[in-house]
């Protein structure tokens, strides 16, 4: 049996192994496990974080990578970027398609280790305790042939009904203003909260502003969308909050932002 025919008797129901219990494994397993498929192991270095995520799976927990199951049909490496090639160089040889989580790492991280290896990199902000539904979220993914790739898409799709093929290079730049958009802008609401709460005024005062900004990016471009002092680069009003601020590295960024700003709405 050629390996396209034998892929195409796993499209549906199949059996996955986690290396990793983290955030991203944490939600990305429940919506597998919910579409129908097996989850047969989670191993994780914390076996107590490996357990946790193993009984809302339905599933069994190991902190031995030798103790792996040997025959799944995908193993799914949902890992810090940083541990992911040292986790892979530790596998033992395996059935099945090893597919790796990660936005900012090429496919050929794992194709060293494994002859039939994808990404599947869903793009959204994950934490345990907070569930997410998966049907429109945006699932990047590649694969290094086409029998992989038509294995990790059908995966992807029993769970999310965006599936995009992109390549490493151009997910790169995906990441990239993911980080832009989500890591940084939660930055600043982290800096924004830390003003209030030394006025003792809680951040709560601040959501409707959030939602609305983001609202309005739904329906026009963030250019569109901008407004504040910096657009029209009001100094004075600029400078007095500048004056606030209680230490150099916030004023900086405070400068360096709004000009930024006024210069994309030129």
């Known amino acids: 049996m050629n390996r396209t025919a034998?892929?195409?008797?796993?499209?549906?129901?199949?059996?996955?192994?986690?290396?990793?219990?983290?955030?991203?494994?944490?939600?990305?397993?429940?919506?597998?496990?919910?579409?129908?498929?097996?989850?047969?192991?989670?191993?994780?270095?914390?076996?107590?974080?490996?357990?946790?995520?193993?009984?809302?799976?339905?599933?069994?927990?190991?902190?031995?990578?030798?103790?792996?199951?040997?025959?799944?049909?995908?193993?799914?490496?949902?890992?810090?970027?940083?541990?992911?090639?040292?986790?892979?160089?530790?596998?033992?040889?395996?059935?099945?398609?090893?597919?790796?989580?990660?936005?900012?790492?090429?496919?050929?991280?794992?194709?060293?280790?494994?002859?039939?290896?994808?990404?599947?990199?869903?793009?959204?902000?994950?934490?345990?305790?907070?569930?997410?539904?998966?049907?429109?979220?945006?699932?990047?993914?590649?694969?290094?042939?086409?029998?992989?790739?038509?294995?990790?898409?059908?995966?992807?799709?029993?769970?999310?009904?965006?599936v995009h093929v992109l390549s490493g290079e151009k997910r790169k730049y995906l990441h990239l203003a993911a980080v832009f958009a989500c890591n940084f802008t939660n930055h600043f609401y982290t800096l924004a909260e830390e003003i209030l709460q030394k006025e003792h005024i809680p951040f709560d005062v601040l959501k409707p502003l959030i939602r609305e900004t983001a609202d309005k990016v739904m329906e026009r471009s963030p250019r569109e969308a901008q407004t504040g002092p910096a657009v029209r680069f009001d100094e004075k009003v600029m400078q007095r909050q500048v004056e606030l601020l209680s230490n150099d590295t916030l004023r900086k960024l405070y400068w360096m932002v709004s000009n930024s700003i006024h210069d994309h709405s030129l």
């Open 6 to 162: 034998k892929f195409k008797k796993k499209i549906m129901g199949q059996k996955v192994v986690f290396i990793g219990a983290g955030n991203l494994a944490t939600q990305l397993g429940k919506a597998l496990y919910t579409a129908g498929n097996e989850i047969v192991q989670v191993f994780s270095r914390n076996i107590d974080h490996a357990r946790q995520l193993a009984r809302q799976l339905e599933s069994s927990a190991i902190d031995d990578i030798r103790q792996i199951e040997l025959s799944a049909d995908c193993y799914i490496f949902a890992l810090k970027d940083d541990a992911l090639p040292a986790i892979a160089a530790q596998m033992p040889t395996t059935d099945g398609v090893w597919i790796h989580t990660a936005g900012s790492l090429p496919v050929s991280v794992l194709s060293e280790y494994k002859e039939d290896v994808g990404v599947l990199y869903p793009l959204q902000t994950f934490s345990k305790s907070r569930n997410v539904s998966f049907s429109d979220i945006p699932i990047f993914i590649e694969a290094n042939n086409s029998a992989t790739q038509q294995l990790i898409e059908s995966l992807a799709r029993s769970i999310s009904e965006e």
